[in-house]
């Protein structure tokens, strides 16, 4: 009798904040969010002189946690989230926790896109949603293996989930994703004429 069996899987946690900790403000949390990106003079430069669409936070202000309240109750919350999905994944963490290593402000407008990229330095990375206007773009993630299908035909189009080469998932305001960091992802142009707000961060072992 054939066995089939499934090997290696890529876990995706997908949840609303308010499942873990006490309930995150969205409407403060937005507001925060779009205040920081007003007065933050440098990341507005660094997103100017790189050419980068909307405004990130990612390279001036990831200690956010530590300058707004908001960001503080929206990390303890976070931080449940993580340890629920740490055990999902079997981590021996040898004593050591999963810490908060940096959280930022992603604010991207009608034509921006955030490239396909991974986090290498970090275990578990994510994002929690802030403002998805409908139709704004849902987030795509890669089969890990896809540059070692060299001769591999393409999927039939109706392929279960676990079998596709990509996936794209569209969250909710208030939803958090979370997934191991090496794993490919990217959002494809926000074709709607309101922003997309988000708050990404990666957590590390030790």
């Known amino acids: 009798m054939s066995d089939i069996k499934s090997l290696f899987a890529t876990r995706l946690y997908h949840a609303a904040l308010s499942e873990q900790g006490n309930p995150i403000d969205a409407e403060e949390l937005e507001d925060s969010c779009l205040s920081v990106a007003e007065d933050d003079e440098a990341g507005q430069n660094w997103c100017a002189e790189n050419d980068f669409p909307g405004y ?39 004593g050591k926790k999963l810490k908060l290593e940096d959280l930022w402000i992603n604010i991207l407008p009608q034509g921006g896109i955030h490239t396909a990229h991974i986090h290498p330095h970090s275990v578990i990375s994510g994002t929690t949603y802030v403002a998805m206007p409908e139709g704004a773009s849902a987030i795509k993630f890669e089969d890990p293996r896809l540059a070692m299908m060299m001769a591999a035909p393409a999927r039939v189009k109706d392929a279960r989930e676990e079998m596709r080469t990509f996936m794209y998932i569209a969250p909710q305001v208030g939803d958090v994703l979370l997934w191991e960091s090496w794993l490919r992802h990217e959002v494809p142009m926000n074709l709607v004429d309101e922003d997309r707000v988000s708050v990404s961060f990666n957590y590390r072992w030790g």
């Open 56 to 94: 990130t936070s990612y390279a001036s202000l990831t200690d956010l946690p530590w300058r707004f309240p908001i960001f503080k109750d929206l990390k303890k919350v976070l931080d449940k989230h993580v340890k629920v999905f740490a055990r999902d994944l079997a981590f021996d963490l040898d």
